[in-house]
DNA sequence: TAAGTTTCAAACCGTTCGGTTAGTAATACT
DNA sequence: AGTATTACTAACCGAACGGTTTGAAACTTA
């Protein structure tokens, strides 16, 4: 019973989730976001609600999307060694995907500086403990099965590491170094 | 022949540096410098320029102060496997400092979003490149004395990556994770 | 067609940003 | 003591920030 939305707010909050992609959540003005996604400024705030929220939005449809699905290897199929080999092949052949080119969303949020508002961090801290157990999961399993002469915690901290580096050498270095690293570390794993 | 500053220049620059460590370029305004310097507005501009000029003067402050000690290690001292291991101790030591709290400020500038100023990302190159080439040099010296099973190419990339790595898990998981990974990183590599 | 509802564009709000411009206070040299 | 030089304080600048208000335009339903 009254004016439709002239836009798809689905597809704007994509827009929007590439825009702080690229520039980060400081570095992203209300500004920016109206001329990239080309809505008016009040439309905006009708949409999503503040920049605060939009954001919060933003991480969300980003999980949905982004990280869930890299996920999926380390859930379902085979477990132990093979469940984080497979899980790094498929993470090394998405992450070479031109629109990974500026990281990780979540990662970025969680190292940005104390300005940035800690409720982003509590939200994105659970997405951490997820991949963590998960990976624990499939490390114990592997310990298990004797696939791991290592202790269980350091390969743990030590995989949930170079994942992040990973990612940022993505960003920094190109997908060329990230699928060598890629491949390198799967080799070193076996080695555990 | 005229009125003497009123404040220490290289302290004020000291502090400077730890205040952009913490909240980077664009989280550091020119009033919250004031305010940990405190030194006035105008006093700042006269003595260190603009923002942009002040940065520069952290950059190299910080690679004076900061990144170079660390290098030494790769620098002097026995070559080969033994070096690399030297400095990554060297390096989890020195990482662990309360200061360190907040990563790297080289590391973080290279990270930065778009909006950071490409001057910045130019200079520092020279420091990313410098590492790189002792990390290289040490590690052919490595292969040469068959040490090295590994191609010398993937162990380079792979060694810088976790260096990266290791700055960030020091931030965002506390030193005692810093430690632990060192350590086994220390480890894994004598197995390369 | 008229009432009611919601989106739209654009002007506007106070605040903070990085940076500058006076005018005054303090020192050194003659 | 007088003068030149410099650092100091503090007010000020336009621009951009995140966010709000207003009134007209567009649509649905009755």
Redesign the pocket.
């Known amino acids: 019973?009254?004016?439709?939305?002239?836009?798809d707010p689905k597809q704007k909050l994509h827009q929007a989730m590439l825009l702080f992609w690229r520039n980060g959540y400081e570095g992203?003005?209300?500004?920016?976001l109206i001329n990239e996604l080309e809505?008016?400024?009040?439309?905006l705030?009708?949409?999503f609600g503040?920049?605060?929220q939009l954001y919060l939005k933003v991480l969300e449809h980003y999980n949905t999307v982004v990280y869930q699905p890299l996920l999926e290897p380390l859930r379902n199929g085979p477990i132990g060694k093979t469940a984080i080999d497979n899980y790094l092949e498929n993470f090394g052949k998405k992450v070479s995907a031109p629109h990974a080119a500026h990281g990780c969303l979540i990662q970025s949020t969680m190292m940005a500086g104390e300005n940035v508002e800690v409720e982003f961090k509590e939200v994105l801290t659970k997405r951490v403990k997820e991949l963590r157990a998960l990976l624990r999961t499939n490390l114990q399993a592997a310990k298990d099965q004797n696939q791991l002469s290592m202790p269980v915690k350091e390969c743990l901290d030590f995989t949930l590491m170079t994942i992040n580096a990973l990612i940022m050498a993505r960003k920094s270095q190109g997908k060329e170094v990230l699928s060598q690293n890629v491949k390198f570390f799967r080799k070193t794993i076996q080695n555990w």
Chains 1, 2 share one sequence.
């Open positions: 019973m009254a004016r439709p939305l002239s836009f992203t003005s209300i500004n920016a809505i008016n400024r009040f439309s705030y009708s949409q503040d920049k605060h």
